[in-house]
């Protein structure tokens, strides 16, 4: 399955983002054979080997220790928290988190396409403060963000198929 960059859906969630002229956003879209909703994409999207390594940073940063547990939590809406996010926003078939800084958020979303397959999407948001321009920092670790939301999307795709 083949990861596409599109455009943010007017519908989404992460839409507010990329309205205005204060944030960066990405969207990113895989064609699934498998059938899944939202809590099945969130956990295997967030316990793939990969995300693993974030949460083991995370762990080191944050001195607690991120489980599956809080994984399948925010998966099943009985959390509004996980790690460093927190729900802004959500629905049956998307979720907006909130870094606890308020500089990112991170989108998930699972839709059918027009022949009835599944459609998962990863989008980000980098939010600056208004007139501000995105940080030099961000600017060089850009290429960097979108290959590993590439790779994040393609790996919890792959996940879901496994089973």
Do not use: N
């Not at 295997?44 to 080191?60: I, K, N």
């Amino acid at each position: 399955m083949t990861v596409r960059a599109i455009a943010v859906p007017q519908d989404a969630l992460l839409q507010k983002y990329a309205k205005g002229d204060e944030a960066y956003t990405d969207c990113f879209a895989v064609t699934s054979r498998v059938e899944a909703d939202l809590p099945a994409f969130i956990e295997a999207f967030y316990t793939t080997w990969l995300f693993r390594l974030e949460r083991f940073v995370l762990m080191l940063a944050l001195r607690r220790r991120i489980r599956d547990r809080d994984v399948v939590a925010l998966a099943t809406g009985e959390a509004e928290r996980f790690a460093v996010w927190t729900v802004e926003a959500g629905d049956a078939a998307q979720i907006l988190l909130r870094e606890s800084s308020g500089a990112t958020r991170s989108y998930l979303a699972v839709r059918l396409d027009e022949a009835g397959r599944t459609r998962l999407l990863f989008g980000s948001a980098v939010v600056t403060r208004q007139g501000a321009e995105m940080s030099s920092l961000v600017r060089i670790l850009m290429p960097l963000h979108l290959l590993y939301s590439r790779a994040l999307l393609s790996l919890a795709e792959r996940r879901l198929r496994r089973g």
